[in-house]
């Protein structure tokens, strides 16, 4: 069955406590991103990947880091949460990067940071 | 700017009724403009995408009507049912002019009356 697996789903963590969201896909898609969702405020892209090695910014990348070594895998990292990164956070791959027809989306990852 | 603004918030439709959400954007980089659907608990879904060479998509009950002059869309839901309940995202993204990014407006909160 094609995928975007994340892990975990649910996490409480205090701030400043470095933390790492996974996220995987067996899709073998070039493209990869990272989104966080809060009310009012819709998706807002933190990074995406078009390809390993291959990363960049979206619209709020502040108190996060990616990294893309293997094609599959796209975790997320927060070196120091803060409160405000309280937030529900997913993970999105599709196919060609020149093709934009389906971007499927992971379960989601709700984080609270204490 | 690469704003994409959403509305209605929320919208409250009778059962076999037309549900519209209409979606603005600034960036003439964008040439893709999906709608996703997300139900409590679950990520998004690609539910119809339209690029700006039509001005018209229709897939079964929903249909994506595209002003390219007016840099607006929107979605129209016929014969909307309780089943169509869910939260609704319009999206803007570019190829190599606009980034690879996704921009996504608020959102629209959906509940069909039965």
């Known amino acids: 069955e094609a995928q975007v697996t994340q892990n975990p789903r649910y996490l409480i963590t205090v701030t400043g406590k470095k933390l790492t969201v996974t996220c995987s896909q067996n899709m073998n898609h070039e493209y990869m991103s990272w989104y966080r969702q809060d009310p009012g405020l819709g998706l807002r892209q933190i990074y995406y990947s078009m390809n390993v090695e291959v990363t960049d910014k979206g619209d709020v990348p502040e108190g996060y880091k990616v990294s893309r070594k293997e094609k599959r895998n796209f975790p997320l990292i927060l070196e120091s949460p803060s409160p405000n990164q309280t937030s529900l956070y997913f993970c999105a791959s599709r196919g060609d990067r020149r093709n934009q027809e389906t971007q499927y989306f992971g379960p989601g990852t709700r984080l609270l940071v204490l | ?114």
């Open chain 2, 1 to 114: 700017q690469q704003q994409v603004k959403q509305s209605p918030q929320s919208l409250i439709v009778q059962k076999g009724g037309i549900s519209i959400i209409n979606c603005a954007y600034e960036n003439t980089a964008f040439d893709y403009f999906p709608w996703y659907q997300q139900f409590p608990g679950k990520g998004p879904a690609l539910l119809i995408a339209i690029r700006p060479d039509v001005s018209e998509k229709k897939e079964g009950r929903f249909t994506i009507s595209f002003n390219k002059s007016a840099k607006q869309f929107s979605l129209h839901i016929m014969d909307s049912q309780p089943g169509d309940s869910a939260t609704y995202f319009c999206a803007a993204s570019g190829g190599r002019t606009g980034g690879f990014k996704t921009i996504f407006g608020a959102g629209t909160r959906l509940f069909v009356k039965a």
